[in-house]
Nanobody
Framework: QLQLEESGGGLVQPGGSVRLSCAAS????????VGWFRQAPGKEREGVSC??????SKHYADSVKGRFTISRDNEKVYLEMNSLKPKDTAVYSC???????????????????WGQGTQVTVSS
């Protein structure tokens, strides 16, 4: 069973930045289709940014375009979050798809493996 662990969350002031990391137990994430999703209390889960298996295809939600960047190295996946707003407050998770696919999509039902998430709170 693939286990994922997100880290890097915390309390940040509006306008600030934070970098989230995602690692998988025992494997490298460099060939998987991955995503970053978030869920705020009382709201539906939202696909923030997703990446296809090759890394060439990336998708961003309109609400974060120009502010967030998804990337990865040989082992981990990252989400660089800039110009943060209070509405970005949520638990952020980095699920992984079980199939190899070039196209990045951000539909949560397509992702088989999920971690516990990391809380990001944007507040002064």
């Amino acid at each position: 069973q693939l286990q994922l662990e997100e880290s890097g969350g915390g309390l940040v002031q509006p306008g600030g930045s934070v970098r989230l990391s995602c690692a998988a137990s025992g494997i490298a994430l460099d060939a998987y289709a991955v995503g970053w999703f978030r869920q705020a209390p009382g709201k539906e889960r939202e696909g923030v940014s997703c990446m296809g298996s090759t890394g060439a295809s990336k998708h961003y939600a309109d609400s974060v375009k120009g502010r967030f960047t998804i990337s990865r190295d040989n082992e981990k996946v990252y989400l660089e979050m800039n110009s943060l707003k209070p509405k970005d407050t949520a638990v952020y998770s980095c699920p992984v798809r079980s199939i190899w696919i070039v196209q990045a999509t951000c539909h949560p039902q397509e992702y088989a493996y999920w971690g516990q998430g990391t809380q990001v709170t944007v507040s002064s």
